[in-house]
Every structure is written in structure tokens, then in C-alpha cells.
């Protein structure tokens, strides 16, 4: 593993729910306990912790027949509290100081808002302040939620330029199988270079979190790309950051790539959230994908498709709809549908703000 300096840790619903849907608040003291075992070897810590609906639903009786989403909505919001409470009185404990920080998926999309995450959790972090975010659950919605918790701790550890990611499920892994048949190995590394797994990965979903493996398969290899060590594991075992201290977690490890600029972690995850699309021709595409790094200019746009402002993040497709990568929208959509296919104009985007795909 990586030297680290920096990590943001995911505690996943599983790790924080008991078989029977309530809050499993043995397991969540003794992972803060772990948490200031990590700080005291000097390391800065975010956590990103899902259990506001199952301390929810410990406190609130609602009927059967009540819509799903106004069901979560109700639990959210009244669990966030508890789930909050909770952890600042076992911080507290220790005489550790915590932060609460509630976003949605808009917070990542608008760059300014961005930032001003970025720059209130660092400012957190320097006054050796704690931060525990979350989603907003709510006020967010379908289209507008993150795919679960791992996408939002994978943007985390991107906004904050942190070097680790750690992921904490109810298993040791990614397994050649499902894990629980006992032929199935743990795979305990993915290289850079390495083909893609997905064949070996349940599709099914964990009890009480919205998202599966897959999604953490996903999530992993996103921010492993983008240049942060990634481990998925078991959280429900004893002991597990302190055996990521010393060196022998048993664990998935996620080998990084080189670390890309800031603003290009920014823009990875921005296949969630794009305004607009752009579809570019050949040349364009072969211009973009070479070794010289270039702008994407409007004479090598075909059409494009959604309304959108400067500052926007956008998709780009080549002619056959096949995605390339993202970018940040350097002009509107209306100005941009004015230059198409034009010689001599300024870049729809620069390639400061232009993230290709590697293996989408």
C-alpha cells in the first residue's frame, strides 16, 4: 500500500445496521475508537457515514401503506439528527471535535459550490476538526441521488485531494464469487493495468444500503484512476483501521494511477451530473484522444443537444454516440450552437477543464 496522509473513510449501512434494521451502536463506537487511532498516527481523517434512515426508523413508527420515498425522506431527516448526535458524543469521548456536512449532487455539479465544500473542509480539517458528511437525503430525490454513499465518498476523496479511499462494507472484499460460497477467493489487488473484473461482482444490492459491489467496483476504480488508493473492507470486523495502520488488512487494494490536476478530479465524476452534451467528428475525437494535449474547438463539433451555461460541466460523444470524456463549458449552449463547424474561434473547452475516459 501507499504512503497516505489524508483519507476519507466510507462507513456503509450494513457496517452501521443491525440484522433487524436498527442502529448497531457497539459496531459505531468501536469504529470511532479506530477512527482516533488513525488520528493519533497523525493522519487526517473525513468520514462519510450513511445511517441517518435506520436511526430514523428506531424513532419513528410509519405505516405500511406510506409512499417509499416519503418513507426515507421522513427517516432521513429525523434519524440525521440522531445519527449526528451520536457520533459527537462518542467523539466527545475522546475530546475530538466533529462537523456536520449535508450535500447534494448540485453541490458537485456547480463548480463555486464546489470549491466552497472544498475549501470549508479543508479549513475543518487544519483546525483538527473532524468533518462526518453525508447526503441530504431530505431533499434529494431519484435523478438528483447519488448512486449510494461510495459515489459520494469517491467525490469527496477527489475534492479534497486525499490519497487514500477507504470503503467499509460487510464483507473482506471483492470475491472470485459470491462470498459466501466458500470456493470463492478474495482478490487482494487491482492493478492499474489490470482487465475488468465485472464478471466476478454480484449485481445484488446490500440489505439496507441503495448500492451493491458493482458500485464500489466502480466507485474504486474511478478514484484509483484519478490517482487515490482505494481498499474495500469488511468494517464489521474488529480492529480493521488499526490492521490498515499496521499493514496486514485483509482487504481489496486498488493500485493508483498518476495523480491528475484538481480540476480534472472534478470533472471524473461528472457523468452523473452533465448539462449538456457535445458530438464531435472525427477528426476532433482523434485530436483529443492523441498524446498532444489539446482544447476542443467548435470546427470539430457536429451538434449538440441540452441547454447549458458557461461553467457547466458537458459530455462529449464521437459521431457514433460513444462517450470520449467531460468538460467544463467555456461559453452557453445558444453561443455555441452559433459557432458550430467555425474556423478561428476560442475553445468550447480548454484542456485544463477536459477529462477523457479510459475505459468507459
Excluded at 139 to 165: G, K, Q, R, Y
Amino acid at each position: 500500500m501507499s504512503p497516505c496522509t489524508t483519507i476519507v473513510i466510507k462507513i456503509g449501512s450494513n457496517v452501521l445496521t443491525q440484522a433487524n434494521g436498527l442502529p448497531d451502536l457497539d459496531r459505531m463506537e468501536h469504529l470511532v475508537d479506530q477512527v482516533m487511532k488513525l488520528k493519533t498516527a497523525g493522519k487526517k481523517v473525513v468520514l462519510v457515514s450513511s445511517g441517518a434512515v435506520a436511526f430514523g426508523r428506531q424513532k419513528a413508527k410509519l405505516p405500511e401503506k406510506l409512499n417509499p420515498v416519503f418513507k426515507k425522506q421522513i427517516w432521513a431527516s429525523i434519524g440525521q439528527i440522531h445519527l449526528i448526535n451520536q457520533y459527537q458524543q462518542l467523539f466527545e469521548n475522546q475530546d475530538q471535535s466533529i462537523a456536520q456536512i449535508l450535500v447534494t449532487k448540485e453541490d458537485f455539479r456547480d463548480r463555486k459550490h464546489y470549491l466552497n465544500m472544498k475549501n470549508c473542509i479543508e479549513a475543518l480539517l487544519q483546525q483538527d476538526i473532524l468533518p462526518i458528511v453525508n447526503e441530504n437525503d431530505t431533499v434529494t430525490i431519484t435523478e438528483l441521488m447519488f448512486t449510494d454513499n461510495d459515489e459520494l465518498a469517491s467525490l469527496t476523496a477527489a475534492m479534497i485531494n486525499s490519497d487514500t479511499l477507504i470503503l467499509l462494507s460487510n464483507v473482506d472484499g471483492i470475491f472470485t464469487g459470491n462470498p459466501e460460497n466458500p470456493d470463492a477467493q478474495l482478490i487482494e489487488k487491482i492493478k492499474a493495468n489490470m482487465p475488468e473484473i465485472n464478471e466476478y461482482i454480484s449485481a445484488s444490492k446490500s440489505s439496507f444500503g441503495r448500492g451493491g459491489m458493482l458500485t464500489k467496483y466502480s466507485m474504486a476504480k474511478k478514484s484509483a484512476d484519478l490517482g487515490i488508493q482505494v481498499l474495500i473492507a469488511n468494517g464489521k470486523k474488529d480492529g480493521v483501521l488499526e490492521a490498515f495502520v499496521d499493514g496486514n488488512l485483509r482487504c481489496t487494494w486498488f493500485e493508483p494511477k498518476k495523480q491528475k490536476q484538481a480540476p480534472k478530479k472534478w470533472l471524473a465524476h461528472g457523468s452523473h451530473y452533465y448539462k449538456g452534451e457535445i458530438f464531435v467528428n472525427s477528426g476532433a475525437k482523434k485530436s483529443l484522444t492523441s498524446s498532444v494535449i489539446r482544447s476542443l474547438l467548435p470546427i470539430g463539433i457536429t451538434h449538440i443537444e441540452g441547454e447549458f451555461s458557461k461553467g457547466d460541466i458537458l459530455l462529449i460523444r464521437d459521431e457514433n454516440g460513444h462517450k470520449i470524456g467531460l468538460g467544463r463549458a467555456e461559453y452557453s449552449s445558444k453561443s455555441a450552437a452559433e459557432k458550430i463547424g467555425q474556423h478561428k474561434q476560442k475553445p468550447i473547452i480548454h484542456y485544463n477543464y477536459l477529462y477523457l475516459f479510459d475505459h468507459e
